[in-house]
């Protein structure tokens, strides 16, 4: 029925949100960003574009951050 579908979908689009959230944080913390900054284009919804295309773009610290190892040096010492 339309009812199930329309409250399915909208279970869906809330799953899918909630996980990118998590994804952008991480990559916050590869940049040594707090997760906080997820607020960002809460508050200014014009700069989410640019957000989007810094969290893409940028390259993470060299080394190790507060938020922990980097992943990459991580996998190039487990392949040795």
Known sequence: ?????????????????FTLNFLMIRRLHDLNFSGWWII????????????ILYLILAK????????????????KSSNV
Do not use: C, H, R, W
């Open 1 to 17: 029925s339309v009812p199930s579908i329309a409250l399915q979908s909208v279970f869906n689009f809330n799953n899918i949100i």
């Open 60 to 75: 993470g610290t060299n080394g190790p951050n507060k938020y922990g190892e980097n992943p990459l040096e991580l996998t």
């Open 40 to 51: 960002f284009p809460i508050v200014f919804p014009f700069g989410y574009f640019i957000f």
